[in-house]
């Protein structure tokens, strides 16, 4: 969640017409231009990024044509307790192979890999982005300003992720906004909190999403661990209500009860779903990842411009992007080299 510095491309938007949905039916990816946020809470510029697609040419060099973020500003502040620990069987089970979309619900392909399928709900708004971890690899990337601590030489070479990139989506809220600790790569950078929702990726490119304390334990084989806030939905159920305050998820834009927010979460066979809303509550974002059956899940960033969610594809030697949700205001080039902030990059086995 940014306190300050959102960045915003100045390039005149365009911007492509937006496919309206009932609320329980789920629809293929939109590709579209920028989407003209509604001004909320404090000011912040009002540009949006021109396009909904990216080309990289040279995988670790982004194409001429590619938008450049420009700052402007947003203050936010979140703080939680945290969520009392219960002895229960762990919610994350082990994968299993020849992984499928959520059942019932037409998934649409991505350009990219079989492995990556995006829906849309709730009238446009939110859209998921559902991963099969069995052919694809997590690759965390910690931001040059957030979330802070030690850097690898492969964190700053793009082409570390950006060969076989087949997504991207943003990482969580600043430390000092008290979400929760982060280890990176042996270093305790903030101390890890029992209850708090975390995601842990492992030197074999897994993922998991769960409780610390209770579902996840340190491994000598992980890389990261990233928390953010408590679960947002915990056993298959929302820990949202749509009576929470505003600022019980995190304080959006100056304290408004709808944002920009992203998410993610784990289903019981192991695949691993990303979700970002445009404009909504916390609630809503729980009840979507319940329809697409996660069992446990974490909020990640927040606010009009942090949260992303790109799918990649890659022909003739030249990478594309393009955006889950043309709310999105970030271009597609935003994680062709190393961000602000931390990410995750997602690649193709």
């Not at 293929?28 to 540009?47: F, H, K, Q, R």
């Not at 993922?207 to 000598?220: E, N």
């Not at 019981?268 to 996660?294: K, N, P, W």
């Amino acid at each position: 969640m940014g306190r300050s510095g959102d960045f915003l491309s100045l390039r005149s938007a365009s911007v492509e017409n937006m496919v309206s949905m009932q609320p329980l039916r789920l629809v293929p990816l939109v590709t579209a231009a920028a989407l003209l946020l509604s001004a909320c809470g404090t000011a912040v510029a009002s540009s949006l990024a021109g396009g909904s697609t990216a080309t990289l040419t040279a995988p670790t060099t982004p194409s001429a044509s590619a938008s450049s973020p420009v700052a402007a500003a947003s203050t936010s502040t979140s703080t939680s307790t945290a969520l009392a620990s219960a002895v229960a069987k762990p919610a994350v089970v082990p994968v299993v192979s020849s992984l499928r979309p959520p059942a019932g619900k037409m998934w649409a392909s991505t350009p990219g890999s079989a492995a990556v399928r995006t829906a849309t709900i709730d009238g446009g708004s939110v859209t998921l982005l559902w991963m099969d971890p069995t052919r694809l690899r997590f690759h965390f990337v910690p931001g040059y300003s957030i979330p802070g601590g030690p850097v690898t030489k492969a964190d700053v070479t793009p082409s570390t992720w950006t060969r076989r990139m087949v997504a991207a989506f943003n990482g969580g809220f600043k430390l000092s906004d008290g979400a929760g600790g982060y280890w990176y790569r042996g270093h305790t950078v903030a101390p890890l909190q029992s209850g708090r929702a975390a995601f842990a990726i492992s030197s074999d490119g897994s993922i998991r999403v769960g409780v610390w304390g209770r579902d996840l334990k340190m491994s000598k084989s992980f890389v990261v661990v990233r928390q953010n806030l408590r679960p947002l939905v915990d056993r298959g159920r929302s820990m949202a209500s749509t009576s929470d305050s505003a600022s019980r998820w995190g304080a959006a834009d100056g304290g408004v009860s709808t944002a920009n927010r992203t998410a993610l979460g784990v289903r019981a066979d192991g695949s691993i779903v990303f979700e970002y809303g445009h404009d909504v509550t916390a609630s809503t974002m729980a009840q979507g990842l319940l329809r697409a059956g996660v069992r446990e899940a974490l909020v990640l960033d927040m606010n009009r411009t942090w949260p992303t969610g790109f799918v990649y594809s890659h022909r003739g030697g030249k990478m594309s992007g393009s955006r889950i949700n043309p709310a999105v205001m970030r271009p597609p080039s935003t994680y062709y080299a190393r961000f602000t902030k931390d990410f995750v990059a997602v690649l193709a086995r």
